[in-house]
Every structure is written in C-alpha cells, then in structure tokens.
C-alpha cells in the first residue's frame, strides 16, 4: 500500500522530473558517464523512525563528494579542530570545485574549505592508518556505524575509472605536497580518495546519514552517539556555506536545508533534529549539482516548511 507521505513524495518527483532533461551526466570519470540521466529518486528518514521513499530508489549510486562530509568528521575526531584547521580553511568560494586558481594566489597556501576537491584531498591525507587499506577501512566502518548497513562497499570500477583519469587532483595534490599542506605519498592519497568517493549507496543510506549529522551525530537506530555533537555542528556548517559549491548562497535561500551534492547525482540532506534526506537525480547542472534533485528538494522543503533560516 502507497502512504500519503509517499503520494505526496511521488508527485515532487513528478514535478521535479522535467528539469532533468536541462542537464548532463559527469563524463569527465568516464564510468559515471553510463548513469540513466532521467532518473530521480528520494528517501526521506523521519524522527519516528519511518523511511519514506519514491522513484527508483533500489538504484545505487556513489558518494562522490559527499564523502567530503564523512572524512572531514572521521579527520577531526583523529586530530582534533587546530590540526585539521591549521591546513584547511573555513570559507566559501566562488569558484568550481576542482580549481586551482585559489591555490596559487593565497598567501600561505591553502584550500579555502574542504568540500573543494583541493580542501578534500588535503583531510583524505589525515585520515589515519598505516595503510591505504586500513584507512579505507576505517571510512568504511565509520559509514557503517552512521547506516546500520555493514554491505556498504566501493565500486571498484568508479574508483578505477576516476583513478586513471585524476590528473586534475593529482596537480593539486602535488601542489599542495610542495607547501606542505599534503604531508604523505601522492598516489596513494589518490587511491584512497578516489576509493572514497566510490564507496556506494542506495537513497536510504543517504537518508540516514543525514539524520545522523542532523541530529548531532546520534545514530536514531542504535542510539549511539557516533559523531562528537561539535564534529556534527561543524560538518552542518559546512554544508550550508559550502555544500553545493558556488552555488550554496542561491541553494541556501532557495532550499534552506544543510546539504552536500555529489557529481555521481546524490545529495545528502541533514534537517536539524529530526530529518535526514537522501536524494539521487545524475543528470547535473553547470556547477555539478543534481539539477532535478535541487528542485526536488527545494519542492520538499517548501511543503514541508523545512528551511532552517
Ligand atoms: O574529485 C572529484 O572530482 C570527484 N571524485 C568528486 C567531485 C564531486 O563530486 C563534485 N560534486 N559535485
């Protein structure tokens, strides 16, 4: 039987659906170029527990960016604010994800914040473990604890994709290394970060990481307390200046709601205190946001009168 809440879910997505004629999948990782562009699909995780969902939502997909969210948490409960702080920012920028340009002309040199490919690379270089191997795992568990969902894996075939064809992050990387701000082995900071932002989820995982860090870093299952309540803060800070890149100021007045896209076509939101939604729509726009997903979440957040502003 269909709910209301998912009536109404399924008519969002109906409404939201056409936008996704108006973009394009990521083809620069030549694997996420195979994504069905019109596909749109969304679970929302509620304060009861209920898991509400609609569109093809077995469907899964990869972190991609989003990941940026779990390792900037897993690096500061390693190392504590001053260390992570001391070599990655806290602004916005108006700049696209992946540039350089900022690198070069800030004095001394360092990423602006770290939901920029550049801020990500140089947190991924934190995560602590002897090995590539260990590391990951330690990304991968952290997910587990935060979904409850210990099948969680990567895509060896995104991360291979996107290893071969990194050469843009390789340049950051490297650059970085010269300023020290990256401290340990270049190729295998990629691997890692690339393995990352492969690891692969379905809408429902998205869901409820959101409400894990919506609600202060409290797995609503377990009633664990899985994030440090000023690790969550900072990660949903984060998400509302520079979750969505340069477009966060435009999604922030639009949409309201602490959030963080990927270039695969997901997009984690955290609703303070009692909603986490995951969506997932791969046919992105110029800036490399789910263009149908960001109006479907605009659509939930007005029916639902969820902006925090
Ligand atoms: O590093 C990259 O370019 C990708 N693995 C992730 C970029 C991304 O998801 C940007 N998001 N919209």
Redesign the pocket.
């Known amino acids: 039987m269909i709910c209301s809440e998912q009536e109404t879910l399924l008519e969002m997505i109906d409404l939201a659906l056409p936008y996704t004629k108006h973009g394009k999948v990521a083809t620069?990782?030549p694997a996420l170029g195979e994504a069905d562009p019109d596909t749109l699909a969304v679970s929302i995780y509620t304060t009861n527990g209920e898991c509400y969902s609609a569109g093809n939502i077995n469907q899964k997909f990869t972190l991609?960016?989003?990941s940026k969210v779990i390792t900037l948490a897993l690096a500061l409960m390693d190392h504590g604010e001053d260390y992570v702080f001391s070599k990655v920012g806290m602004e916005p920028t108006g700049d696209p994800?992946?540039s350089i340009a900022k690198l070069e002309t800030l004095v001394p040199s360092k990423p602006l914040n770290p939901m920029i490919?550049a801020g990500?690379l140089a947190v991924t270089d934190m995560i602590a473990g002897s090995t590539v191997e260990e590391r990951l795992g330690r990304i991968l568990s952290f997910i587990h604890e935060m979904t409850n969902n210990t099948s969680i894996h990567y895509c060896d075939k995104v991360a291979t994709s996107?290893y071969e064809t990194?050469d843009?992050?390789r340049a950051l990387c490297y650059f970085m290394k010269q300023h020290r701000v990256v401290i340990g082995d270049v190729e295998q900071l990629l691997e890692l970060?690339?393995k990352q932002?492969a690891i692969e989820v379905d809408c429902k995982d998205l869901a409820i990481i959101g409400y894990v860090i919506g609600n202060e870093g409290v797995n609503p299952d377990t009633k664990r307390r899985v994030i440090p309540m000023q690790i969550a803060r900072i990660v949903k800070t984060f998400m509302v200046t520079c979750g969505m890149?340069n477009a966060s100021g435009e999604f922030a007045i639009r949409v309201g709601i602490p959030a963080k896209?990927?270039?695969?076509g997901g997009i984690l939101g955290a609703v303070p205190y009692g909603m986490g939604i995951g969506i997932y729509g791969p046919a992105?726009d110029e800036k490399?946001?789910s263009i149908g997903g960001m109006k479907l979440l605009e659509g939930i957040s007005h029916r639902f009168n969820l902006s925090i502003f």
């Open positions: 620069y990782i991609q960016s989003i994800f992946n490919n990500a996107e990194a843009l992050n970060y690339t932002c890149y896209s990927g270039v695969s992105l490399g946001n």
